[in-house]
């Protein structure tokens, strides 16, 4: 059986955090401080919400906010597979918490000479933290090239599930609407 102490811990210091009522930019790096001492804990992730699917990325929520101030997901990507090129619209951190991740970031420019520019490349690994910030870079992808799933741990400015978010298509220059929704239909029992 999990030990969820540290989850609770950090659930209980990200609230604190947002109780202050900060900018995003507090939001960011004071959460970012925060997500990496999560991640230097391990077996505190069920089983349940670690699964990967061979044909799909995986979102199991694991804390929204009473307020919906900020949610925390864990994200399973299988191997070998890759997220379509997306956006969040809120602010948000990415913690590798196993395997590795490789992230592309874009700019969204949507002219008819350019649809999207690709800004840097990176390989996430576990520990490293990542923004997106509706402000900055929102747009990226993320690639699973590990040999195991992926499984990074999500802290968003919102109900991430419930956002109307974007892809892009960059072979048909198209951007849709979507909601990521979660995997799992009920929160862990972590309180």
């Not at 101030?69 to 399973?76: E, G, I, K």
């Not at 992230?103 to 990176?122: H, M, Q, V, W």
Request: aromatic share 12%.
């Amino acid at each position: 059986m999990a030990d969820w102490s540290p989850f609770r811990e950090f659930v209980r210091a990200f609230t604190r955090l947002l109780d202050g009522n900060p900018p995003q930019d507090a939001c960011l790096s004071d959460g970012e401080e925060l997500l990496r001492d999560l991640l230097t804990h391990s077996g505190w992730l069920p089983r349940a919400y670690r699964r990967s699917d061979p044909n799909r990325c995986q979102h199991y929520l694991l804390w929204c906010d009473p307020f919906e101030r900020f949610s925390v997901v864990s994200f399973v990507l299988g191997p070998g597979l890759e997220t379509p090129i997306h956006d969040h619209t809120l602010w948000g951190l990415i913690g590798v918490y196993e395997g590795l991740e490789f992230a592309r970031t874009y700019r969204y420019i949507g002219t008819e000479e350019e649809f999207l520019k690709p800004l840097a490349d990176s390989i996430l690994q576990p520990g490293d933290v990542a923004m997106v910030s509706p402000e900055d870079i929102d747009v990226h992808i993320i690639r699973n090239v590990h040999i195991d799933p992926s499984i990074s741990i999500h802290v968003y400015g919102g109900n991430i599930g419930k956002v109307d978010r974007h892809l892009f298509e960059l072979s048909t220059r198209t951007i849709k609407k979507f909601r990521s929704g979660y995997a799992n239909r009920t929160l862990p029992y972590i309180f």
